[in-house]
């Protein structure tokens, strides 16, 4: 995973994705994700840590590999 800070993940987010979201909620929902995070929220799906930044956007705490079907997370995005 490559860190960010939870400002710049939600401006590139917004940057790839124009009209979809609102700054303030998605600041407000990867801050409510990455706390989850740190109180320790397990994947609904397989009980491995949640993916923070994929968390926040889904709205929906799973890890890497369930959300987003692949394996390999080393050039995605974590929010820190
Ligand atoms: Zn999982």
New binding site residues.
């Given amino acids: 995973m490559v860190n960010i800070s939870i400002e710049k993940f939600a401006t590139a987010t917004i940057k790839n994705n124009p009209n979809q979201y609102q700054k303030a909620d998605l600041i407000r929902a990867l801050t409510d994700a990455l706390k989850a995070k740190q109180n320790g929220a397990k994947?609904m799906?397989?009980g491995?840590p949640i993916w923070a930044a994929g968390s926040g956007i889904t709205g929906t705490y799973?890890?890497f590999?369930?959300t987003t079907g692949e394996a390999d997370d080393s050039e995605d995005y974590e929010i820190c």
Avoid: D
Wanted: with cysteine.
């Fill in positions: 994947c799906i397989c491995s799973m890890c590999t369930c």
